[in-house]
Structures are given as C-alpha cells and as structure tokens.
C-alpha cells in the first residue's frame, strides 16, 4: 500500500495504476472527490500545477488520503516541474502524488531526488561505462586527474560530458533510494558544465570545476 508522500512509477512497474488507485479508493473506477487525474494531452503546464496546489490545499471529503496522478509525466514542461518542486518535496498530511512516466530521461534529477522510485525489474543488459559511479568516489586530488585524463584523450569534451549525463541517468534507475540525491546532484553539475562550454569557456577550466564540484 502507498502511504503518503511523492512517487515516481514507470511503465514497468509491476502493478498498474488502476490497481493502486483501487487499493486507495476501494470503490475505484467510481469519480472520487479526493483524486485529482491529470491527463498529458500535448503539454503539461503551469497552469495544472496551479490546479495541484489548489486541489492540495482543499479538505478531504470522504477519503483518508487526497491523491494527485499525474499520467504522462513525460508531457511535464520544465517550468511546469520547477513549479512542482515544493509541492513533491512537501506533499501535506496524508496527501499522495504519483507521477507516471515511461522514461526518468524527461524529467529534472531535482524532481526524481523528491520522489519514491516505484520500477519493475530490469532484463538483462550490456555492461555499461562506470565512469561517473568512478569520480564520485574518488578525492578531489584523483578527480583531478583522473578529468585532466578524460579530456586530454578525447577530441570532443562535449561528448564527454554528454556520456557522464546519460550514464547518471542510468544510474538513477539502477541505485538504491539512498543514493538518488547525490546521483541527481552530480547530473545537474554536469548540466552546467554542458552550458559552460556551450558559453566558449576552456574545457581544461570547465573539466576542473567539475573536479571540484562533483
């Protein structure tokens, strides 16, 4: 049984969401004055995050818990999840809300650190690059070098970068929960190491504050 707080559940989890609707609300698939079902359409903005929060805030009619789906929490704009920040971080006494989503790619590393990752299990993959899980665990000294390394081997330090991004990502759907805020933290370091190249800075100064900063 979910009890309250913010989760993330992707397409492969093993229980639908009807199936957790109705553990909720046992006369589920009847409308419930306490469930708030946001649906993706083209986009989902500002606007439904302020319908959230005031939702949120109203009383609960008949229900224990008040509850906010989000379907296609891929369809969630940027703006519209900066938006949603607080409201995941402190979701309220027992108010639940579930964002579901095919893929953690589309969603900011501060949105997934917020919420309970609910996820079925993984078929068997390729091995994959453990270079960011490395410099997370290594001094400043070794991370140092160990970029200095990085970029004086590669040609494109964009695509450096790039690669560390995407293995975050999977890291993210690989890690225990304990793990997720310094995994998320270290993609959005990335992330500006990404728009200070794209600003012309020097790799070498960029590739350093990295060292420092991861």
Same mark, same amino acid.
């Given at each position: ?21 109705k553990r909720i609300f046992?006369?589920?698939p ?9 649906e993706?359409g083209?986009?989902?903005?500002i ?15 008949q ?7 989000i379907n ?5 704009t940027?703006?519209?999840?900066n ?5 995941l ?14 893929t ?14 609910? !996820?079925?299990?993984?078929?068997? !993959? ?6 960011l899980?490395r ?8 991370r ?11 040609e ?9 991004i995407v293995?975050?990502? !999977? ?11 310094k995994i998320?933290?270290?993609i959005?370091?990335?992330?500006t ?5 794209h ?5 070498e ?10």
């Open positions: 049984m979910i009890q309250p707080g913010s989760y993330i559940i992707l397409e492969n989890y093993p229980k639908s969401l009807d199936q957790i609707l046992p006369n589920w009847t409308p419930n004055p306490d469930l708030l079902l946001i993706g083209t986009s989902i903005g606007d439904q995050i302020r319908q959230i929060k005031r939702f949120l805030k109203i009383k609960n009619w229900a224990v818990n008040k509850v906010v789906v296609q929490g891929e369809k969630l940027i703006e519209a999840q938006a949603l920040l607080k409201t971080e402190e979701p309220g006494e027992n108010k639940i809300i579930i964002v579901k989503t095919k953690l790619q589309s969603l900011l590393p501060t949105i997934i650190s917020r919420c309970h990752l609910l !996820k079925g299990k993984e078929g068997k !993959k390729e091995p994959t690059k453990i270079l899980q410099l997370l665990n290594l001094s400043l000294e070794q140092l070098k160990f970029l200095d390394q990085l970029h004086q081997e590669s494109n330090p964009e695509k450096v970068i790039e690669e560390l293995e975050g990502q !999977k890291l993210l759907l690989r890690s225990p929960q304990r793990e997720l805020t998320s933290q270290a959005l370091k990335l992330l190491g990404q728009k200070m190249l600003a012309n800075l020097a790799p100064q960029v590739f350093d504050w990295l060292a420092i900063n991861l």
